[in-house]
């Protein structure tokens, strides 16, 4: 196993790392997706998923000769060539259906992740710079953290299940539903991440020279948060869809047949005991919803095996020594990365 | 530098008061956002008795702060409400606590017996194909939302392999004493072969589903960790001792990674149990996942939200004790934590 140099990983120089940083261009990301092939094939899947979504909103005729909602005269048909998913009970084509929800459960997934980083991150950028004790900042850090708490004992699924009862059905309300449970795990995130950086001697040299503290936070600070957060969000993407569709499958979703939501056509299928009779009408939007999110997984995953400094020496040693020279050393997110779901702060504290 | 076991008392102790107050927020917080809409009891209960939408109706006009005054007062006195049609709350959750923990803990186990080993062959392999086996493999479960590993497990896979999938029990109830409601511990503490066989075929298939999708925090921690642990000179010098390749690995080396897997381990409580909601409800298991799913109004139920706040409080307190015995462990695990 070839070691990291020193040189390269233990020490920080923020002036270069903020213009490498800036810099992360094209160059570097094929860089990041060739050292690993399954990085490289989730990007290429959500490519094509992006695309595919782009053509059904401006011309859907390339994709599929049916309309949305159209009735064809062929009932419970089998999977064929004509029909690549089969069709319902009703006449729907299983595939075209599918099709049709792909746009709007890729935006309300985008709407959640992006609105909920930019609140939560924002208010994690604020908790975690102005937190000294006995100031206005101070107080306004401990009440936001006390209130992410208690947010975060919760799992965000079920809390986001109880307010979609009481809100209803309709897509505003399923992302109202979904939003309120979503935005403290990127408080949590952004604050440890903005805790970890603030003391780095370049803010404190940025501050000797006059800096202003508005400036430190958005130059300063927000540059070297930001690479973790959008490696987050990347796979946040697919586990906001695999909750919105949850939402859909216990029927508290969209209304289908009408409005076409992965989790609503699952849960409209396999109620009544048709997924036993037509076990191909949950095949188009099973699929749909598991290929999505396998995608957008592979590419965060593999996307923060950059950000971990164990992987990266890894990477290293297999050939790809670019990667540990292009990837800034990055702070550890607390608790090694953080797992999939998210950061752990322990609460244990640590004599050293 | 407190490590007697008296400090971890007091230790235990002060987080358990600590609860007190996050508890509280809790029911605040669930209380409140079940009730952020106006009052729809005609739509909510369509088949419902004049009487019932009339009390209905009467107990949601009043203002929010008077209905959670009303609620909390009631919880105080041990009440935790019923729904509109007058079924209690506490005892049907009193009896699917069990169940679901049941559930719950058995997939905590397969997770820690497939999960953790796939990781450190991860580590092992790490950059060639047996780490990318892996990946794929903990990516997967990772990808598919529960309601999908629940259905195709409990339509496709049960009778392929002629499994179960309804209940605890292929006939209920069983003819002994359920002491403690875990149906594989009853059947064992009854000392019934038959019946402790048939309740294991009716829990491995949820439990598998369960595990198989929340594993990928246990696996990739472990292989994280294990690359962090294997450079160094203890586990060089175990090798260059002669001992075998498998005894550096799991006795050596994955000893110390296992602190940081521990502690993941506590933050996904909260996947496993949202996961029992759909699971238990697809494979007919009496937990309060179930539970959980008809009050909310799952499946175009009635929603029932006296039982729905109940349940979700009940959820969060569980993650919170769940992340309460993860610091533990971690501090029995590591002998550098001190209590505090």
Redesign the interface.
Known sequence: ?V?ATPSASATRSPARDASRRLGLGALTFWRVLRA???TLAGFLVVAAICIAAVIVVVAPHLLTQYGPDQLTTTYNQPPSLHHPSGTDGNGLDIYSETLYSLPLDLVIAFAIAGVAMLAGGGLGLVAGFWDRPGTVGGVVSVVVM?IT???L???????A????????RGVWQLIVAIL?TWWPYYVRLVRGETLAVKHLPYVTAARAAGVTEGRIVLRHILRNVLEPVVVYFTLDI?TVL?TL??IG????GLVYPGQAEW?SM??YY??FGL??AY?WT?LGP?LA??VT??AF??LG?GLRDIL?P??R???A??GTGAITAAAPSEPALP???G????P?E??????A | MGRSPSDLGIFIGKRLVQLIPVVFGIIVLTFVITHLSVANCGVWYPHASQATLASCQARFSQPILNQFWTYFVNLLHGDWGSSVTGVQVYPAIAMGVPATLELVFASLFLMIVIGIPLGVIAAQSAGRWGDHLVRIFYLTGWATPTYLGAVIAAIFLAPYFGLPSHGQYTSNPPPFTQWTHMSVLDALLAGNVAWTSDALKHLILPAAVLAFINMGIATRMTRSSMLEVLPLDYVKSARMKGLSEFWVMYKHALRNSLITTTTVLGVTAGGLLAGTVVIEEVFGWPGIGAYAFTAIGGGGAAPNFDGAVAVVAVFAVGVVIANLAADIIYGLLDPRVEWR
Do not use: Y
């Open positions: 196993m070691p690993n092939p399954l006390r708490d208690i947010f004992a919760f799992p965000s699924l079920i809390l299940l109880a307010i979609a009862v009481s809100l209803g309120l697919g695999v569709s949850t499958f216990v029927g508290l989790g699952m849960s396999q109620g997924i036993t076990p949950v099973g919803i598991f999110v396998l997984s592979l995953d971990d164990r992987s020496r890894v990477l040693g297999t608790a090694g990365g797992g999939i779901a998210i752990v322990s609460e244990v504290p640590i004599a």
